[in-house]
């Protein structure tokens, strides 16, 4: 198929801001020939996300955005064309989502010690039903005037090494592959330029990745949109011999630190597309 597409964006269901039905309609109403959802730990967008799809004629990819460790290091790996319904991954995200609620409210804690009182039920509430992310107290710092903006509360608060900042106790990165697997879905590593890894530490990523059963990685990305970046994640695509995604990350509309649905820049023209190979 061709047209525009996206592989990787958020609704509400997870830290995005619209629901799931208003981002089929915005990624229709952008054009896009087809769209997975693929929000952090949970698949529970993905069927109100389908019936909407359907409505539009567009084609909707079932997908999920895991946290996994590896080295210590904290890398997303995205499942594409995931059964949603398998036990497998259905039992994985829910141990997945108890880490993070875990998580979600040792950063209140920690935010209420630091002198923000408030933070938890003030996360809480922009959250709605979706488990409290870092990005949900931001929200909350930005909408009760303690920062200036988004980026500030993570630099002063939320990112390692802040007194908000709790380490996430995800599971194994070899793990969310075999439940991504398992439940029939291609494991694809996420904007891989984003955890600020040296050329040799990524290559390390990668070799891991692959022999875990990786299957394909983004090469365009929302967050690396210069055509430098593009060039370098397409070299080692093709080295690794990974199918190659494109995704904005899009969180919300007019988000300055997250891309539009279907921005990604255009992937290099001779690598095997990953969108070709989903059933
Ligand atoms: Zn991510
Ligand atoms: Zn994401």
Sequence with gaps: ????????????????????????????????????????????????????????????????????????????????????????????????QRARQERGEAIGERLEQAGLSGARAGARAVAGSADITRAHYARWMVASGQVRGFEEAFKRYLRQGRVGYVPGDWVAMEQGIEWIRGAGGIAVLAHPLGYGLTGAWLRRVLDAFTAAGGGGMEVACGSSPEPRQVQRLGGWCRRYGLLASAGSDFHAPGDLSSRELGAAPALPGDLPRLLDALP
């Design 1 to 96: 198929m061709s047209g525009p597409y996206d592989l990787h964006c958020h609704s509400a269901t997870s830290d995005g801001h619209l629901a799931p039905t208003e981002v089929v309609a915005r990624a229709a109403g952008l054009g896009l020939a087809a769209l997975a959802l693929t929000d952090h730990d949970t698949v529970a967008g993905v069927a109100e996300a389908q019936r909407a799809a359907a409505s539009y004629g567009l084609r909707l990819v079932p997908g999920v955005e895991l946290s996994v460790l590896w080295q210590r290091r904290t890398l997303h790996v995205v499942g594409l064309g995931v059964d949603p319904q398998e036990p497998g991954l259905q039992a994985g995200l829910a141990q997945m």
